[in-house]
């Protein structure tokens, strides 16, 4: 990078000079280039290669005294054949990938500015330079460099081989003798070793099977390879040997077999030896039995077959999927929200689904589509999911079934393989039904792992190997079989990992034993997928036709479950509500009265109130209200917007029911009902609360004339019977209702000017404090009830009188005259 920048900034330099009105143009493009490099200036490789980055921090622990023998690369990333050598550099890590104990690869950059003096100080003058180094290197050391090395995998491995057989004392303590053995050290084999199975590998002098599938065991425990020549005849006599290469287990006592493969290969005898009885990974626990524990608290085992897909399992990540991990994002916006829509849109098209779950996905997926926010609320997509709405026949079973994806222990397996199964599903769907964009699954896949996947190092891999090729599907059948060796990559990376279930290693994806026909070998030996007998495989097994419904809970009691959680929900609701409005009630009750000003200020605007009131009945009666209070202003007190309503109110029932003023008592107001409406509750508890604050005092008012020197009861009769008008509907009057003085002399000024209204009638005063005397308490109702029931008893008095009268008459005795 630093060269060929160099060789930029000469150039604009050169340019500036013919031209210099592109100063500013070149610098720009400039500062560019050096805050956003190409890609390809990043490095070819990365951690998901299983290549060692080299960089000046790591690069003397790495290559210098090593228990493993270390084959690096120094390459340019701007070199043409160095990119064009990374693939294979790359498959040959993939390859020799159990080799790690023993030979590890590394690569370094040397266009890198940061990295210049690494390359320097090991001599690298050209691009691409491959050098080993030997177990325990020196610090001195610059490497043994490898002149004119192979353009392939396989000539690159057997080169590592020839190199490590070379190679000098120390050894590395990992790797096992790879010379061949011979008849003697085989008969006292197991007196020196302790493992279950030896095998040999016969083979020609020139053959590179035995050593290779030697160090492909390296890992292992429990079993031993050694390598077997044809021209060890007493060996190959004693075991029968016919064919080369073949491949025989020896055991104690001289007892052996041949080991039975399809093909007379490394990759199948690798594969054969690795799931050999008691053969584990080192550091890996044994296979378990796992047997059905019904007093567990985990997940009861449930028996399976491992050659077909569970409805279970896909509904169990899709579970998983849009409850848990979305839900980790309380706000799905920008590019998640565009990776969500791509996600649901291709399960509403190709997830062979039950109709309940369908009706689900369809549902979110119009929902989600007709969403033309840059952002929305996991919230509402959850209402969604939980069919809030309570259409019919549309449900997602809650909780997790797993079936061919349980593991032997609750943290593996598990909602990783179902990923990777719905997606499989998804990519062989999209197949069958005729999709029209090959990469139309792919992109969702991708989209939604960088968007939202939780294991965000693997996301980053995947996002790798997408980069690197995805664009290269042009087909439905490229996607299903790009998919599947992209797994089979991970399954590679990940071999030996601590999340690999001992029970379930990751091997290359099918077996041998699942699919014969899938495997074949190239001309050199190599193995090699068959393509044509691997997709009809895939879309066979992956087919909606081969998913079994086994363990799956019935759509009636997945409804039924769903209706009840609702009902659970809603009851949870109302509680809550109610228990809001109970302690809203309680507080409202225990509120103190207000400060002495605000009680204050009340008081008088309740007193112009009343005045005005005052006033508007004597309108209605002589209409001479109204010039009084033109003569002094006509001034009143606006109540607050909440009050105004209620005053008016008050207002009109006084004036329809024609209620009396009395002195010193106001008519206590008729209890409201409590409208049980959430949209109210704010507006009518502020509203009671504040009635209740204004009329917790009782004010004694009195009408009296200007020229009077101390304040009179008008009206005797209504101070003597407060107690008994509280029975007849009058609030009592509370024992702190003294003000002080100030206050007292203000509202006598008030009642002073009300005083005069009254005097300019004197006997329609007079007439209206009989009445009011008179109908104490009752209104024209009661008082119209009292005269005609007066009045009948009067007349029922009358016609009893004259009945007994006329009785009386006609008893009486006659006297008869002589």
């Not at 020896?250 to 008691?278: C, D, M, S, W």
């Not at 279970?312 to 998640?336: N, Q, W």
């Not at 032997?408 to 598990?414: D, I, K, T, V, Y």
């Not at 009592?732 to 009638?761: H, I, S, W």
Request: glycine share 6%.
């Amino acid at each position: 990078m630093a060269r060929r920048c160099g060789r930029a900034t000469s150039w604009l330099t050169g340019q500036i000079k013919i031209h210099p009105g592109k100063i500013a143009t070149s610098a720009v493009w400039l500062c560019f280039c050096l805050l956003f490099p190409p890609a390809a200036e990043a490095g070819l490789y990365s951690s998901s290669d299983q290549v060692i980055l080299l960089t000046p921090d790591n690069v003397q622990s790495v290559l210098i005294n090593s228990t493993a023998a270390i084959v690096a690369e120094f390459y340019a990333s701007w070199c043409g054949h160095c990119v064009a050598f990374s693939p294979l550099y790359k498959s040959l890590a993939r390859d020799i990938k159990e080799w790690k104990p023993a030979v590890d690869l590394a690569a370094v950059d040397c266009a890198a500015e940061v990295n210049s003096k690494v390359c320097t100080g090991f001599g690298i003058t050209g691009y691409p330079t491959i050098k080993f180094f030997h177990a325990y290197s020196k610090a001195d050391s610059k490497g043994q460099a490898v002149k004119g090395f192979p353009r392939e995998v396989r000539g690159l491995r057997h080169m590592i081989i020839d190199i490590l057989e070379t190679h000098a004392e120390p050894w590395p303590p990992a790797c096992p003798p790879l010379e061949p053995t011979s008849q003697a050290e085989i008969e006292s084999f197991f007196e020196t070793n302790n493992v279950e199975h030896l095998a040999l590998i016969f083979e020609e002098a020139k053959s590179y099977i035995g050593r290779e599938v030697t160090l492909d065991l390296l890992q292992f425990e429990n079993v031993a390879v050694r390598r077997v020549l044809g021209t060890e005849e007493d060996l190959v006599t004693k075991l029968q040997v016919t064919e080369f290469p073949s491949c025989y287990l020896y055991y104690p006592g001289g007892n052996f077999t041949r080991l039975k493969v399809k093909i007379e290969a490394r990759a199948f005898y690798t594969y054969a030896l690795q799931r050999l009885p008691g053969v584990v990974r080192s550091g890996k626990p044994p296979p378990v039995i796992v047997e059905v524990q019904t007093n567990n608290t985990e997940d009861s085992w449930r028996p399976f077959n491992m050659s077909r897909v569970y409805m279970a399992d896909l509904e169990s990540t899709l579970h998983y999927s849009l409850r848990v991990e979305l839900a980790a994002h309380t706000i799905i916006r920008g590019e998640a929200l565009v990776s969500l829509k791509k996600y649901t849109s291709v399960l509403t098209k190709y997830f062979p689904g039950r109709p309940v779950v369908m009706n689900l996905l369809r549902s979110m997926n119009c929902w989600l589509q007709n969403q033309t926010g840059d952002e929305i609320l996991y919230e509402a997509l959850k209402k969604i999911l939980d069919n809030s709405a309570l259409s019919p026949n549309t449900a997602l079973p809650e909780g997790v079934r797993w079936v061919g994806c349980q593991g032997s222990q609750p943290h593996l397996r598990r909602y990783p393989c179902g990923v990777w199964t719905l997606f499989h599903v998804l990519t062989v769907q999209a197949k069958n039904v005729g999709g029209t964009d090959p990469q139309e699954v792919l992109r969702a896949m991708r989209s939604y792992v960088r968007s939202f996947f939780g294991c965000r190092p693997c996301a980053g891999h995947f996002e790798n190997m997408a980069r690197e090729s995805m664009n290269e599907v042009n087909t439905l059948s490229s996607a299903v079989l790009w998919l599947w060796s992209r797994h089979n990559r991970v399954n590679n990376r990940l071999a030996g990992d601590l999340s690999e279930d001992p029970n379930f290693p990751k091997i290359q994806w099918p077996s041998p034993e699942m699919c014969p026909a899938c495997h074949t070998v190239k001309n050199n030996g190599d193995h090699r997928w068959h393509n044509e007998q691997v997709l009809p495989f895939l879309l066979s097994y992956f087919s909606s036709g081969s998913i079994l419904t086994d363990y799956l809970e019935d759509e009636s009691q997945v409804l039924a479950k769903q209706r009840e959680k609702h009902e659970r929900q809603q009851q949870a609701i109302e509680a809550q509500q109610h228990g809001e409005r109970k302690a809203r009630e309680a507080l409202d009750s225990m509120r103190p009265p207000l400060p002495s000003h605000a009680t204050e200020q009340e008081e008088e605007e309740e007193d112009e109130g009343e005045e005005e009131e005052a006033m508007v009945d004597e309108e209605e009666e002589g209409g001479e209200g109204v010039v009084a209070a033109d003569e002094i202003g006509g001034k009143t007190s606006e109540p607050t917007p909440w009050a105004k309503p209620e005053m008016e109110v008050g207002r009109g029932r006084r004036r329809a029911q024609g209620r009396p003023s009395i002195v010193g008592m106001r008519m206590r107001e008729p209890q409201e009902d409590i409208v049980d409406l959430d949209s109210f509750v704010n507006q009518h508890y502020k509203a009671k609360a504040m009635q209740l604050a204004a009329s917790s005092r009782v004010k004694q008012r009195t009408l009296q004339r200007k020229e009077e020197q101390e304040p009179v009861p008008v009206f005797g009769l209504g101070m003597e019977l407060d107690a008994g008008l509280g029975m007849v509907g009058l609030q009592p009057m509370e024992e702190d209702f003294e003000l002080d003085v100030g206050l007292q002399r203000k509202r006598l000024q008030k009642r002073e000017l009300a005083g005069r209204y009254f005097n300019e009638e004197a006997e329609l005063s007079h007439r209206g404090r009989w009445m009011s005397m008179l109908s104490i308490g009752f209104s024209n109702v009661d008082i119209s009830l009292c005269v005609i029931l007066y009045l009948m008893s009067s007349m029922c008095l009358l016609a009893m009188f004259l009945f007994f009268k006329n009785r009386h008459k006609l008893r009486r005795p006659k006297v008869a005259l002589p």
